[in-house]
């Protein structure tokens, strides 16, 4: 069905840091402390038909990947992304919800897993030629 596509989105992450609280004088003052927060990374990347396969690459702030077992229907997105420096394999889901699709991630080792969002937008083969 699709030949050519864009993929944008957000993955949300846990994550500890390390922070100060203020508390009074009479609680003595600041004092270190942990912190959980939700973390959002944006990636961007295409999907593409070769040998009449889905493959795919994607980039974000942690580098790039290269996507494998894609599987991409009018309702459901798949995929395994493998960052170019890293072992891990980190598996998606997604679901379409109108424009959007709307999943998660579960990966191998320390990467953990989260909630992803995308969007899929088909492009011709012309989109990659310069003017």
């Not at 990966?107 to 953990?112: A, L």
């Amino acid at each position: 069905m699709y030949q050519l596509c864009l993929i944008q989105g957000l993955f949300f992450q846990e994550r500890l840091s390390l922070g100060i609280a203020h508390r009074s004088e009479v609680e003595g003052g600041t004092i270190a402390t942990i912190l959980n927060r939700t973390g959002w990374y944006m990636f961007s990347g295409f999907i593409f038909s070769e040998k009449n396969e889905l493959a795919g690459e994607i980039g974000d702030c942690f580098g790039k990947s290269t996507l494998s077992n894609v599987f991409l229907s009018s309702e459901k997105l798949e995929f395994v992304k493998k960052y170019d420096h890293r072992p891990n394999l980190i598996k998606y889901d997604f679901r379409r919800e109108g424009g959007l699709w709307i999943g998660n991630y579960k990966g191998e080792g320390t990467v953990g897993e989260g909630v992803a969002k995308c969007i899929v937008t088909e492009v011709s083969r012309d989109f990659f030629l310069p003017l």
